[in-house]
């Protein structure tokens, strides 16, 4: 009989851990997918093609940055058209 009531007190206290992960998995899912994304603001952007073929990057602040990023894995250039200059300062060229 000792032996059944440890067992039962195993198994629920078995249960309530996988709840309280559970549980805590969940919050941690919704606190994710609450963060909103942000474009990346940035006057110039890669357009890769070779073997990233379809892909995009427009992490770069001048033409020169986007060049030598793209120079030896194929990819091309263009003007950023989300772009939007931050107040205070002068667009990139």
Known sequence: MVAMIAK???VRRSNAAKKIALM????????????AAHA?????????????GGSMNCGFTTYEQCQ????????FCIRNDTYQP????RGHK
């Open 40 to 52: 990346q603001n940035y006057p110039w952007c890669s357009q890769y093609t070779g073997s990233m």
């Open 8 to 10: 039962f007190s195993a």
């Open 24 to 35: 805590f998995g969940i919050s941690t899912l919704i606190g994710l997918a609450g963060t």
């Open 68 to 75: 030598a990023n793209v120079s030896g894995i194929g990819g």
């Open 86 to 89: 931050s107040k205070g300062t």
